[in-house]
């Protein structure tokens, strides 16, 4: 039996046979420990609803609105929760391990220490949301958005977050261990001492990420943008960095050893204190302002000198459209080719 109250802790209703909520109005109410598991919530209004460890295992929750409800210590294991609105949402502590959630919307949510193991997020939108220690082993976030997310300290061993947006997210000491990340974008994420070794983060964009002490061990940064990243003490045990994009970045003190770097462009890169003997070099880019270790001579190991702009931004304004405003963007890059030549 289920005794559903109101807001002041009055008796509203009792329910014997819970067999569904499709499109009830359940908002304000207090649920916490309530046993709705395996019920039909479809398009339910639960704003606000508290169901403090409540029991909604293998429940669907498909376009149903839990803005602003409170739902922490709740265990939501193997329900659906597609396109379901939870902006606001207190949920620290949850379980949503092996849930569906694609399309959903967690916004400004609170998840501290909640359970995402083995859940599908794919093309959800994940900002601004507080999700400290929390656990997404084998999680799927491709083509979400967690812009300004704070991640910190959380687990996402063997998560798959292609195409996923962490522009300006807190990750720092996340484990990404062995995730697939082609494609996402890192720019100016915090990924200070992140675990990100044995990934693959090929065509990523990691634009002025703070990658400082980060651990990219036999990871793959293949054609990957790192321009202006801070890689300060960062460890690159055999990783690969083939045609990657190191414009201003800074690796002093970072550990090279058996890293491939071919084709790279470092032009205005910080390699100080670094032992690039045992570094694949080979035909990487640089220019006056790279800055080498001490009696390193650069075309002696491969290094091809090169003021030209990058071939990524020619690409770019090729591809620029032929208003007014792109015209001249076009023009200026030509003029620019053309001193440099």
């Not at 640089?286 to 390193?296: A, G, L, Q, S, W």
Request: aromatic share 8%.
């Amino acid at each position: 039996m289920l005794i559903i109250t109101n807001q002041n802790g009055s008796v509203i209703k009792e329910l014997k046979d819970l067999d569904n909520f499709l499109y009830a109005d359940l908002s304000g109410l207090k649920l916490p420990k309530a046993d709705l598991s395996g019920t039909v919530m479809f398009q339910a209004n639960l704003t606000g609803v508290n169901l403090i460890s409540a029991d909604l295992r293998l429940t669907n929750l498909i376009n149903t609105t839990l803005d602003n409800a409170v739902v922490s210590n709740a265990t939501f294991k193997s329900s659906k929760l597609d396109k379901a609105s939870l902006k606001n949402l207190d949920g620290d502590g949850a379980n949503f391990s092996n849930t569906s959630a694609v399309h959903s919307d967690w916004t400004r949510a609170t998840l501290i220490k909640a359970d995402f193991s083995k859940s599908d997020l794919n093309h959800t939108t994940f900002c601004d949301v507080k999700a400290e220690r929390a656990e997404f082993y084998e999680a799927k976030f491709t083509h979400a958005n967690l812009s300004g997310t704070v991640f910190r300290f959380s687990s996402m061993l063997r998560l798959r977050g292609q195409s996923a947006q962490f522009i300006n997210t807190n990750l720092e000491q996340v484990d990404f261990e062995a995730a697939q990340l082609t494609w996402a974008n890192f720019s100016e994420a915090n990924l200070t001492g992140a675990l990100m070794r044995n990934v693959k983060s090929n065509n990523a964009n990691f634009t002025r990420a703070n990658m400082t002490q980060a651990n990219l061990n036999q990871s793959d940064f293949d054609n990957a943008n790192l321009s202006h990243a801070t890689l300060v003490r960062a460890s690159a045990f055999k990783t690969n960095f083939t045609h990657a994009n190191l414009r201003d970045a800074n690796l002093d003190k970072a550990s090279l050893n058996g890293c491939t770097l071919n084709l790279a462009q470092l032009q205005g890169a910080i390699l100080t204190n670094i032992d690039l003997k045992a570094v694949n070099l080979k035909g990487a880019q640089y220019n006056e302002d790279t800055v080498f270790p001490p009696d390193f001579d650069p075309q002696e190991n491969g290094l091809i000198y090169s003021k030209q702009p990058p071939q990524s931004e020619l690409d770019r304004v090729s591809n620029v459209n032929d208003t007014p405003a792109g015209k001249k963007t076009k023009q200026s890059w030509r003029n620019v080719v053309k001193r440099i030549r």
